[in-house]
């Protein structure tokens, strides 16, 4: 009965969500009337009777307000920082330098889907700054699209690639990254170098290669004519910084990762601390620049709206998945999928499957990464320890297959808006983007298990 509740319950969670429902709130409800369901069948408790309030109502909120207090203090703040710091940099130009300033060296490549290829690699390298999917395909589709559609590429083709950048989450300072490495209990930066970097190796060349194959088969087959124009880009100089600003992205990452236990670890940085700093010293680029103290200090704004953004859309978000989830185990229903799967013999390969699978069709049906993979998230250990496996081995493919599966959807963020960016239908472009990342899928599975389990 219970999985017949979880079933109908998680139905509706996915119509809603599909019909642009607010997922917050719909996880939230989802999440108390399960847990209220769970509690009036005899299937189990909110809080252990130690930490109960004395009320079963009580109880669901006093559950929602200690999951945001943890949250917002530890990871909340990480995620809030590095939000701040991705808007202040595309609020003073240094994003769009830093693109500008890598396209360069593409232009010496003669052929025009191997420029493609290297633009997609270029943009997977550039999203170790750049977190944000749409916001890099935006900076993309502004400097890469027009060389790419002048060197004779179809506007589709283009992109298409542009829209499947950053198709791996795997910056060490992008949010699902950090979820990824908390509920592993790995810092964030050994989880990037240990964990995801060894994949992403894997999948960065398949992909190249399939998008190289894939987009020209497509043209080929549409009759569209490979012919070269001139480079008209859609960014003036004028309108960008100095060539140096596009040092500044970059500079939280080297930060991070110099002051690790990869070289120097002696001395302690962190995410927040290293966001900080990059804003400061943003705000000397600045003032160096424009010898105007009161919008430098004014400028800083940006950064702040950046912490608030976050915290109302991605923690509130991890919440809310957390509150579903304690739902779902509240209910009983993933005590009983882990003991099916026992039973049928699937093991713990067989479960990492089906997480993977069902974080990937969320995916796809939501047009979301984030959506489903935090929600699922914080069911990992519970699922991982009966499975008898590390829970960074489930987890690791279910984060990658979200943030690939995502770019399969004509619904999803980047996709619209690289299409109308493009002048193209969303659904044209997925049918370009479902073989490459489709191959991403194979690929991560096949390297998770290769490397790690």
Known sequence: MNIVISLIITFWVGFLIV????????????????????????????????QSTGSVIFDAYEFIKQTMSSRAAGLGLNIMAVG?????????GASKALVKLTIKPLLALRSPYLVLSGGWVLGMLLGLCINSASGLAMLLMVTMFPILVSL?????????????????????????TILSATTAGIDPVLYWTNYQVPIAAVVIPVVAVLHYVVQKWFDKRDNHVVQTSEIVTAETDEKLPPMIYAILPALPLALILIFSSLWIDWIKMDIIKAMFIGVSVGMIFEYVRLRDGKKVLGDIQSFFDGLGLQMANVITLIVAGETFAKGLVTIGTIDAIIASA????????????????????SSVVMGSGNAPFFAFAALTPTVAAKMSVAPVVMLLPMHFAASAARAISPITAVIVVASGMGGVSPFDVVKR?????????????????????
């Open 342 to 361: 026992q039973n049928s013999g699937f093991g713990a390969v067989g479960m990492i499957l089906v997480m993977i699978g069902i974080i990937a069709v």
């Open 19 to 50: 019909k642009k429902y607010k997922p917050q709130p719909v996880l939230f409800i989802a999440g108390l009337v399960l847990m209220f369901t769970a509690v009036l069948m005899g299937f189990g408790a909110i809080l252990p009777a130690k």
């Open 84 to 92: 701040g710091f991705a808007r202040y940099m595309d609020h003073i």
């Open 152 to 176: 004779g590429v179809s506007r589709l083709s283009a992109t298409a690639a542009i829209a499947t950048t950053l198709c791996l989450d795997w910056s060490p300072s992008d949010t699902g």
């Open 433 to 453: 983007t479902a073989i490459p990342m489709l191959g991403a899928l194979i690929t991560i599975i096949a390297a998770n298990f290769f490397f790690f389990y």
